[in-house]
């Protein structure tokens, strides 16, 4: 039998999961067995909790479904507990090192005890320094175990079931479980301590508790918060019934009624049409359980935290009207134009003015249509800040024209990118006053980037975030520890700003779930189904092929690789890294390389000549691929699109080593590499000389990368989003993901010529 039987739930929190269960096998103590408890064995968690019970057998994941939530969570795991104390760690919370040995070596001090209770430190969402040890136990705690009489201030209400170890004989002995419902922490905890017979504290902090960026939800308000006085009905009545000793019975009322009164006075978390039954209620168990002595009232109900007062309503807005003629009339305008200056230099000043004006007429213009009602069938798109008609939000596009043609659409694009867009659709310029109207009214929004800050997500509206590639190096809040990119990001308050308005987030991959969740921590619902952009490589057939070959200016019979090089924040320009030339040359004389630089260095010239065509400018980085035989590429996350082809992938790590200190990676890309991979130019063309590059190794690498990236991209992942954020169907009525071995990806021009 284990020492230990750490249960881990794990719902809502599969992006940090890894990092807990890490923390616990990294325990220099290995008496133990680790319970990640997950909400289905298909799961976002599951998958992390299977591949690290594949490399340690002390590794046993239970399932338990969200509807339990997080008490049926942790009951789930008590059920299938074997070790003599049961320990809990939320799926986002660090074990400390040394934390294990410490709680034997107590325990070996203390003999068994029914509860061994112990501090925890917080730390901020962000990672920031810890602050503690929190929660410091009772001063008058003995430094031997004590019967719970002995410290009746110790009541367990206000700690986290995490902050303690149980013995489990003595937890199913008693039929002792987490009550259903919202705080069960605090059930849980008196439910404990009025059956404990013998008890001992740990003065050390055991547990790394990481706050949440969206709070707790029992922070929240809602009618969840009702939970509250179930659970401290529950334990108070328990008490009662246990004839618990008037001290402790005192103690333990205060410290419930204290929870109540805080929760009670705490501006807007009971929801005003739930707050007169919770008052009601709260008077009743306070006259039911109320304790003969004095000394048993509970604090005034006018005693209540500072701070928190009523935020004063905000004026009424004004209308457009009135404001038109003061953009007009602004000073700075009147006065520049009354001077009466001539020549360039004043004309420039006048054209400065009046576009000062005219903003400030747009922006007055917006607010005024954020008034209007919402159109209930209109969809803005947008992709790359505005260059164009491309990636996830034209494929939705697209297929919204055909599964929901109510719907009407606006693509928004900067000045001068407007040829980009197709000429049968519907675009305006960003920054045009249609743009900011169509923003306003929309009820759909949609980017694979994010929407300018000063767009307001108005209740009722439903942003969809695309994104546009699977992660390999560090996105979002994740950057923030990397100096060179962290410069270059901007306001990581303004991200999380945006990111709030998110009410969809795309993800190709349970990788990409994983990684979206801890870079961009927020409220939205995760859609697990696939790019859209990439349904093209399980529908284009070979005409599809050849036509976009002919396009290109391939040569028939050409063996094409593509070459597309990813952006480095430390460089200052686009540097291919790779003389085209001599690769060609090496490579054979039937090679021809696409050129494709990342979209940062797209200005619409070419680059190349000869047997190097440069397609940087093409619309469409899917046809691109399309077309090419091969993808040679360094750490792009085109290398995760491109797999869907099931074609050879080479990669190039000349500067493996820099690009990861400097930028930052999700995982070891020289652990799980797509295909082979060269350190060196020379490297890169022997395995296209000797023609390993397409070999049996090349395949297997490529097999294995497939199973873990390319897990939604089946073809359909266009219908499904139109279905489940336009339509608004269920999630189980949506078509099911096409298992990887039952796909039959776009053929290659070899196939074709064959």
């Known amino acids: 039998m284990p020492r230990f039987s750490i249960i881990v739930p794990s719902h809502g929190v599969a992006g940090r999961l890894s990092q807990a269960l890490d923390s616990v096998l990294a325990q220099s103590f290995a008496d133990f067995e680790l319970i990640p408890v997950c909400d289905a064995p298909d799961a976002p968690a599951a998958d992390v909790a299977a591949g690290f019970a594949a490399r340690d057998p002390r590794v046993r994941a239970v399932h338990s479904p969200p509807s ?33 040995t410490a709680l034997a070596g107590r325990l070996e001090e203390t003999g068994d005890v029914d509860a061994l209770y112990f501090e925890h430190e917080r730390a901020p969402w962000w990672e920031g320094p810890p602050a503690g040890p929190a929660e410091p136990l009772p ?26 170890a149980h013995r489990r004989s003595f937890v199913t002995g008693h039929g002792l479980a987490f009550p259903a419902g919202h705080h069960t922490d605090l059930g849980w905890g008196g439910l404990v301590t009025v059956a404990a017979q013998r008890i001992a504290v740990l003065r050390r902090a055991v547990v790394r508790h990481r706050e949440r960026r969206q709070g707790s939800r029992l922070e929240l308000p809602g009618e969840h918060q009702l939970d509250l006085l179930d659970q401290s009905e529950r334990v108070l009545a328990r008490a009662a019934e246990q004839g618990l000793a008037a001290e402790r019975f005192t103690a333990l009322f205060e410290q419930v009624l204290s929870a109540v009164l805080e929760t009670a006075a705490h501006p807007g978390r009971v929801p005003a049409r739930h707050r007169r039954a919770f008052l009601r209620r709260a008077r009743a168990l306070h006259r039911r359980h109320r304790p003969a002595s004095p000394a048993g009232r509970p604090r005034p109900a006018g005693s209540r935290p500072s701070g928190g007062g009523p935020v004063p309503r905000a004026a009424g807005r004004l209308g457009l009207s009135p404001l038109l003629p003061a953009a007009v009339a602004h000073p700075v305008f009147r006065a520049l134009c009354a001077a ?40 803005v798109y947008c992709a790359y800040w505005g260059r164009g008609y491309a990636c996830n939000p034209a494929a939705l596009h697209a297929a919204a024209r055909e599964l929901a043609p109510h719907l009407r659409s606006v693509f928004l694009v900067e000045a001068g990118q407007e040829h980009t867009v197709p000429a049968d659709v519907d675009h305006a310029v960003i920054g045009s006053r249609r743009h900011w109207r169509v923003l306003a009214r929309a009820k759909y929004l949609v980017n694979n980037a994010n929407f300018a800050d000063a767009v307001v997500k108005r209740p009722g509206s439903v942003h969809l975030q695309t994104q546009h590639g699977t992660p390999l190096k560090t996105m979002g809040c994740d950057q923030s520890t990397y100096p060179v990119v962290a410069a270059q990001s901007g306001s990581f308050t303004k991200l999380l700003r945006r990111v709030d308005r998110w009410d969809y987030n ?18 939205y619902e995760a859609l697990e189904y696939g790019y859209p952009r990439n349904d093209l490589f399980c529908t284009a057939r070979a005409q599809d092929v050849a036509r976009v070959r002919r396009e290109l200016g391939v040569p028939d019979g050409a063996t094409a690789v593509l070459y597309a090089p990813t952006h480095r924040d430390h460089h200052t320009g686009f540097e291919t890294g790779l003389d085209l030339d001599a690769f060609c040359a090496a490579a054979g004389e039937n090679v021809v390389v696409l050129l494709r630089a990342h979209y ?14 440069d397609v940087t400018a093409h619309r469409s980085t899917e046809e691109v691929c399309l077309a090419a035989d091969a993808l040679v590429t360094d750490y792009s996350s085109i290398m995760f699109d491109y797999a869907n082809l099931d074609r050879p992938i080479v990669i190039l790590a000349d500067d493996w080593e820099v690009y990861r200190e400097t930028r930052g990676v999700c995982f070891d890309l020289m652990d799980c590499p797509p295909g082979p991979v060269a350190r060196t130019p020379e490297e890169l063309a022997r395995l296209f000389g000797d023609g390993s590059w397409a070999g049996a190794r090349s395949a297997a690498l490529r097999a294995v990368f497939r199973e873990r990236f390319c897990q939604f991209d089946d073809g359909r992942a266009a219908e499904r989003v139109v279905r489940r ?30």
């Open 139 to 164: 001063a008058a705690a003995p430094a031997h175990a004590f019967p719970p009489g002995e410290v009746p201030r110790l009541t367990g209400v206000r700690r986290p079931a995490w902050s303690a």
């Open 506 to 523: 795309l993800s190709a991959n349970r990788h990409s779930t994983e990684m979206w969740e801890r870079a961009f921590p927020g409220g």
């Open 600 to 613: 940062f260095y797209d200005r619409g010239g070419r680059r190349g000549g000869g047997r190097v065509i």
């Open 340 to 379: 009466g200056r001539t020549g360039a230099r004043a004309a420039r000043v006048r054209a400065a003015a009046l576009a000062r004006a005219q903003g400030l007429a747009t922006r007055l213009a917006y607010r005024w249509h954020l008034r209007r009602p919402i159109d209930e069938n209109l969809v």
């Open 725 to 754: 954020v336009f339509l608004g169907e269920p999630p189980e009525s949506l078509p099911p993901v096409v298992p990887l071995a039952r796909r039959v990806p776009a053929p290659a021009a070899a196939l074709v010529r064959s």
């Open 68 to 100: 339990a939530g997080l008490a049926g969570a942790r009951n789930a795991g008590i059920g299938a507990a074997h070790g003599a104390y049961l320990l809990f760690l939320d799926g986002d919370d660090l074990l400390l090192p040394g934390a294990l």
